[in-house]
């Protein structure tokens, strides 16, 4: 818990906090000051413009978390698991995982970080991995950075499953493809030769059902 402050020389509250919490983050402080954490002389004073005299005591005390309006997630997306370490969101086909540089509309990653930020505006997750804009399935989100380290740093232990309709036939009823895959700085992933840039992606395949077309 930051410590009192006594005020020595006229001043305006938010300059008076910078100056004063100089190892705090501004948003921080001024989120404080937002949501009535910082008082003064034990009265919660939320303009930052509040005229400051001599002698004044100035405490930050924060009782809970700044609390706002939780925006429910949108049609198309929805929390299927949540604790202290991860959000799994299912994804409905038509939404991006996060913006790309060329690509525009609306994102999983930005609806998630609304939601989450209406419990706590500090509130942030993220991305571990992502789901093409046209594929449907679920997407795993960090709630830490230290959390996303490891869940990518580990993440070629995890088996992915995909169901998917093809075009056009397959002779094989299962089998396996083997490819490289590089990320663009777009964000887009290509399948390229390898080079020491590319990663290999191994997919397992089964038939499970043959239409009179396939």
């Known amino acids: 818990m930051p410590e009192q402050r006594t005020v020595t020389t006229a001043a305006e ?9 100089p190892g705090m983050k501004r948003t921080r402080l001024k989120q404080w000051l937002k949501y009535g954490s910082v008082r003064v002389n034990d009265h919660a004073v939320t303009r930052h413009d509040h005229k400051l005299k001599p002698g004044d005591k100035i405490t930050i005390k924060v009782e809970r978390a700044p609390r706002a309006d939780v925006k429910p997630m949108p049609a198309g997306l929805s929390i299927v ?13 038509g939404w991006l995982t996060v913006a790309t540089d060329s ?3 609306r994102t999983a990653y930005a609806a ?3 939601h989450v930020r209406g419990t706590d505006v500090r509130n942030r997750v993220w991305i571990v991995h992502r789901l093409d804009r046209d594929t449907s399935g679920l997407i795993v989100f960090a709630k830490t950075e230290p959390y996303k380290r490891i869940l990518q740093q580990n993440w070629h232990r995890f088996d ?13 009823d299962s089998g396996t493809l083997r490819c490289f895959l590089n990320e663009e ?4 992933v290509r399948s ?3 080079d020491e840039d590319t990663r290999e992606a191994i997919t397992h395949f089964k038939v499970l059902k043959r239409t009179h077309h396939t």
């Open 13 to 21: 509250l938010l300059p008076f906090l910078f100056e004063n919490w």
């Open 81 to 93: 698991y949540e604790d202290e370490a991860i959000i799994v969101l299912n994804k409905g086909a």
């Open 103 to 105: 690509g525009s509309g």
């Open 112 to 114: 998630l970080t609304d």
């Open 160 to 172: 992915k499953t995909y169901l998917a309709i093809t075009e056009g036939v397959i002779k094989r």
């Open 185 to 188: 700085f777009s964000l887009r």
């Open 192 to 194: 390229v030769p390898p």
